[in-house]
Structures are given as C-alpha cells and as structure tokens.
C-alpha cells in the first residue's frame, strides 16, 4: 500500500514523486515508456522566465519562472548553466523601446544574485554579430539558463528513489478502479507481467495522455483539459562562435531560439502546430524544417538550408487549454483537478499544462494540494536541495574537473568534461576504481565505454541503446549509424543477460 502512486516519467511526474518522497510519503511512479521519452525531452533545453509572456500578460508566470532559474541552478549546476541571450533589433517587428520595457520587466520582476542583467550591444563590433546580417545594427543580451532536459528528469527520478520511492519505466497502467479509501492500479511491463499495487491516492501527471488515464475509470467530464501543441526543433552544423544565444523575431509574431548545442552543433526552434494523439509518430514535417530555416534566414548571415540539418526532433506540449485563439499563445502555466476524497470516493489530482522552468514550483503546490489528506508530512524542502551530482557550487565546475583529473590523471580532457557535465560529482561512481581507459571496458563510440552503460543501467533507469544515446546523453549525434546500430545489438543481448541473472554483468 502506498500513499502516491504518480503516473507519468515526465518533468512533473518525477518532480512531484521527488517532493513528495522527501516530505515521508510511501511513493510509487510509473511510466509507461523511458524516463522523458515524450515532452520532457523535446523542450528548448531553456530554464527561463518566459520573455514573450509578458506580452500576453502572464505576469505571475513569468515571475515564477524568474525565481526558478536560479533555485534550479543551484541544485543542478552540472546539468543546468547560465546562458546570455542576444535580441536583435530588426525593422518591422516590435520597437526597440517595447524590447527595453520588457527586458527591464524580465530583470526586476524576480531577484537575481547570479544572472547577469540586460544590457545593450552594438551588433557590428561585436562576437555577437559576427554572423548576423549587416543590416542588424543593435541588439539586447540578457540572462537565462540553459537545461539538459531529459537528465532533469532522470536525476529527479535517481533523487526520488534515494528518498524512497520506487520507481516502474516501461511498466503502464492498464487499468484502475477505486473505492472510498483506495485506488487499485493494473500495472504491465514490457515483458507483459502484470502486478497490481494500492494507493490512498493518485497523481495524474501524464502529460498529453492526462484525459486517458481519467477515462481509465470512467471519469471523462472534468473542468480542465489539455490542448496539445507540437513543437519541432532542428539541429544543424555550428553556425556561428560563442557560448550565446540567439532569440529571433519572426513575421507572424512569434520567436524562434538559436543556441549551441553538445559543442558542434546549433539548435533552432521551436514551432507551435495543434496536434491530435491519433496522428501517429510526432516528427517534425516539411513545412515546419521550411519554416525555421526562413526564420533563421532572416537573421543569419549565412543560409540556413536542408543540407545543414544533421538531426531534427518534435515533441507534443500538453498545455492547459485557455481557449486562446492560436497555439502560439496558449498559455503555458498549469492547473489542477483535485477530485474525490471526501469520503465517497479516494482522490486523484490531475495535472494540466505546466513547463520545465516551473516543474519544482508545480510539485510544491501540488505537495499544498495534498496535504489535507496526509497532514503529518513534512514541509517544503526542495527549494534549497541539491540533485544527484549537483552538491557542488555553481562557480566549481572547474574545481570538480580538476579533482576528477587527479584522482583519474589518465582520463583524456574530452572524457572527463563530458562525465562532469553529464554525472556532476557522480563522475568518480561512473569511473569507479578504474586506472586506465582500458579498465573502462570496450569503447562503442563517441568515447562511451562499458563503464558509464553499467553506471546508467544500474543508476538512471537506462535499459536500451536510445535511452542511452538520445535522453542519458545526445552522444547519437557523434555516433556512426554502425555504431548505433552495434550498440542497439550489445544493448539488446546485454539487457537480455542482465534480466536473466538479476544482476549487472
């Protein structure tokens, strides 16, 4: 018997099975495919107040979102770093003034001790402008952080089981029923076996399947509901130097985001496309790769064109469904559904919307949402805790490579910036007792060894090659198409192995 049982292995789904896991409750989370296999891997990779809310008026969000990105930094300085942004002031879209007013809004509506403010930049004698249009004379730099998305998720996850949890991937719910006190769940893996577990209550935090799992036990009239959005993103060559970003104007009124990504690459994005479950595979489509290439042509110095895309990924936002008249202005705060648990039946909150700078803020007031029904658990406390392999000041990045370097002095520099930005201070439990590369097992490629799979499968949830080469890390975009599909195979007869020993081999 549980307190929790959480459905869903998204940002919220994790982030509350964490919150509530640290306040004493007995947690179960399950998740029908891997960890941010879905949404929560197919963001922006920003954690970020929201610049263009403000424009819809969403003030509290975006004040959230402000207070987020520092507390998050905090607590997961490997994963999540600062990133300054450059707005280009181009003819014909919002003035110049308009940008300031927002910009001064965007850095005083929440406190900053560590992001830098806005300031202004002349475009043509600087880094910054090297690769933009010449007619692009001036420009805005500001302050967000940039997030790896799907390593947010999983290091919530890790975090929650170390306080307790238990945590199901690949294992979906198939069935619920419930009565005055409890919910009984059907829960299958991907093996087929089935098992059923109780719980006082139920976290529904699905993401685009919320009003699926509702109809799992008839309940289909309820207030809220999802409106869902896919957005698509391009990876291309690297088009320009620097650690910076771009945030570009486009003609519908929109905004599209260019940034470095994994050190060889530009990530463009994103589009916002009405999307229905129904519709098979999410990928992104012809017309939008076409529309952010044009986005980006309006800025870029050089062509943006097919032939520069070395991959592409589109993921489906369940946003809460406000009724706005276009996708791109659905608003992206969330909502609960708390029904039942009055003694007639046991209760269920359901989660609408919500977004990957706010997911700790969700989960406290879903925690405030819950706590009528177990008053003896703890209090707030995520606000000022580390994540796994995130105990480390925002500034020792340096300092943790160094001591990486003297207890292991035969890593070579690329390996060891990488676990560093990847593990944190878990780097040494991925090397372990290792004194040579060697001892690190065969190498697959992209300089991943037996020794991170091991740490992966047996710490973060990792059971197949795509796990490990497109969520774990983005190590699939360094990777031959042979070394893939190699690593798909010795993963496949690796997993098979494991399951039948009951052990890591």
Request: with cysteine; net charge neutral.
């Amino acid at each position: 018997m549980y307190d929790l049982l959480v459905i869903g292995g998204g940002i919220n789904g994790v982030g509350i099975a964490r919150d509530a896991a640290g306040r004493g409750l007995s947690v179960a989370l399950c998740e029908k495919d891997d960890l941010a296999s879905h949404t929560s891997s197919a963001s922006s990779k920003l954690i970020h107040g929201g610049l263009r809310y403000l424009e819809n008026y969403e003030f509290r969000l975006v004040r959230e979102s402000l207070g987020e990105r520092e507390i998050l930094l905090r607590a997961a300085p490997h994963i999540i770093w600062p990133m300054r942004i450059v707005l280009p002031v181009l003819k014909g879209m919002r003035p110049k003034w308009m940008l300031r007013i927002g910009l001064f809004l965007y850095d005083h509506l929440a406190k900053r001790a560590v992001l830098q403010g806005t300031k202004t930049i002349n475009l043509r004698n600087s880094l910054q402008g090297i690769a933009l249009k010449e007619e692009l004379k001036t420009g805005f730099e500001y302050s967000d952080c940039w997030a790896d998305d799907s390593r947010l998720v999983v290091v919530n996850a890790m975090d929650a089981q170390e306080r307790g949890a238990d945590i199901f991937t690949r294992t979906e719910c198939t069935a619920l029923e419930r009565d005055a006190q409890y919910w009984t769940a059907t829960l299958q893996n991907s093996s087929g076996a089935q098992r059923q577990m109780q719980a006082k209550m139920l976290v529904n935090a699905a993401g685009p399947w919320v009003e699926r799992i509702l109809g799992k036990f008839g309940r289909l009239n309820n207030h809220a509901g999802v409106r869902l959005v896919k957005g698509s993103h391009i990876v291309t060559r690297q088009l320009y130097e620097g650690r910076h970003g771009y945030i570009f104007q486009s003609a519908d009124g929109r905004i599209i985001f260019a940034m470095p990504y994994e050190g060889d690459y530009t990530l463009i994005g994103t589009t916002d496309t009405e999307w229905e479950l129904d519709r098979g595979t999410v990928a992104i489509s012809d017309e939008e790769t076409d529309y952010l290439c044009a986005a980006a042509n309006d800025y870029f110095k050089t062509p943006v064109t097919r032939d520069d895309i070395v991959w592409s990924y589109a993921g489906v936002r369940p946003l809460y469904d406000d009724q706005a008249s276009s996708a791109s202005v659905v608003t992206r705060d969330y909502v609960f559904d708390l029904e039942g648990g009055h003694g007639d039946a046991a209760p269920i909150l359901s989660v609408f919307g919500g977004k990957l700078t706010t997911y700790r803020k969700l989960a406290v007031h879903a925690m405030d949402k819950l706590r009528p029904f177990f008053p003896a658990m703890k209090g707030d406390w995520t606000k000022d805790a580390a994540l796994p392999g995130g105990d480390f000041p925002i500034d020792g990045v340096e300092a943790l490579r160094a001591q990486i370097s003297t207890r292991y002095p035969w890593i070579p520099v690329a390996l060891r910036d990488r676990l560093v930005q990847a593990y944190g201070t878990r780097t040494e439990a991925v090397l372990g007792d290792a004194r040579s590369v060697r001892d690190l097992g065969k190498e697959h490629g992209a300089g991943l060894y037996d020794a991170e799979i091991r740490y992966l499968i047996t710490h973060e949830f990792a059971c197949s090659a795509d796990d490990i080469l497109w969520r774990r890390s983005k190590l699939g975009l360094k990777m031959t198409e042979e070394e893939r599909e190699s690593l798909n195979q010795y993963m496949a007869h690796y997993m098979a192995q494991y399951r039948d020993n009951g052990q890591i081999i």
